[in-house]
């Protein structure tokens, strides 16, 4: 079976300061691996997603994951925190054949003025 | 191109009582998931539907019930309704299997008293 840890349930960064929000994965098999955030009282948006081409992937409003298999990591950065980016972030793997997203428990972005 | 849509937004129920949550899916997309996301956590699978029928299924009693129609829309029923059922129920469409992504609804918060 798959999992998802996010590291840190609440991560507080400065306007214009590095965002690094952590996931680590398990799985078997290849995985498929997914970045959602959530704003208060709305579904979840895409961010960005790995699904075994380039390692490195790029995302929607400046947000980019890496995939270390070594690490079963899978952490989001952006360079430049923006107070438009103050949301919960969600980790979430899937693999090939199965028919759901296992999420982690989410991640509480809040940008400091 | 339109997205997922739900309803409706909120909703408060006795428990007891049965609800009947709708949605539709993307343009496109032929499979249906839905999610429950308790408060302060990540969303957990209820199941999947494909053709019409369950496609899998999550760690949920047999009062959650689904149905998909023709056109790729899709209800979640809930019976005798129990206080932990109150949550953001959300719903997800996708091609099957959803490796692409799949793509959320802004979902329905169901509070029960």
């Known amino acids: 079976a798959q999992s998802v840890t996010q590291l840190g349930s609440h991560v507080s960064v400065s306007e214009g300061a590095l965002v690094l929000l952590r996931c680590n994965y398990s799985?078997?098999?290849?995985?498929?691996l997914f970045w959602y955030v959530q704003y208060p009282n709305q579904g979840l948006q895409l961010l960005l997603k790995?699904?075994?081409?380039?390692?490195l992937v790029k995302g929607i409003n400046g947000f980019e994951a890496e995939f270390k298999k070594s690490e079963t990591s899978f952490h989001l950065t952006k360079p430049s925190a923006h107070m438009s980016d103050a949301a919960e972030y969600f980790c979430?793997?899937?693999?090939?054949?199965?028919?759901?997203?296992?999420f982690g428990q989410g991640t509480r972005l809040t940008i400091n003025p | 191109e339109t997205g997922v849509t739900q309803s409706p937004t909120h909703l408060i129920k006795t428990r007891g009582q049965q609800v009947t949550l709708r949605c539709s899916s993307q343009?496109?997309?032929?499979?249906v998931s839905w999610y429950q996301q308790a408060l302060g956590q990540g969303p957990q699978f209820i199941f999947q539907?494909?053709?019409?029928?369950?496609?899998g299924r999550g760690n949920f009693p047999p009062r959650f019930s689904g149905l998909q129609f023709p056109n790729y829309s899709s209800e979640l029923n809930v019976n005798a309704l129990e206080l932990d059922d109150s949550a953001l129920y959300l719903c997800?469409?996708?091609?099957?299997?959803?490796?692409?992504?799949?793509?959320f609804g802004s979902g329905t918060r169901l509070t029960v008293v």
């Open positions: 790995y699904t075994s081409a380039a390692t």
């Open positions: 799985s078997s098999v290849p995985p498929y």
């Open positions: 343009s496109g997309h032929n499979t």
């Open positions: 539907y494909y053709r019409e029928e369950e496609n």
């Open positions: 979430a793997v899937t693999i090939q054949g199965a028919q759901k997203l296992v």
């Open positions: 997800a469409s996708s091609l099957r299997q959803g490796v692409a992504g799949y793509t």
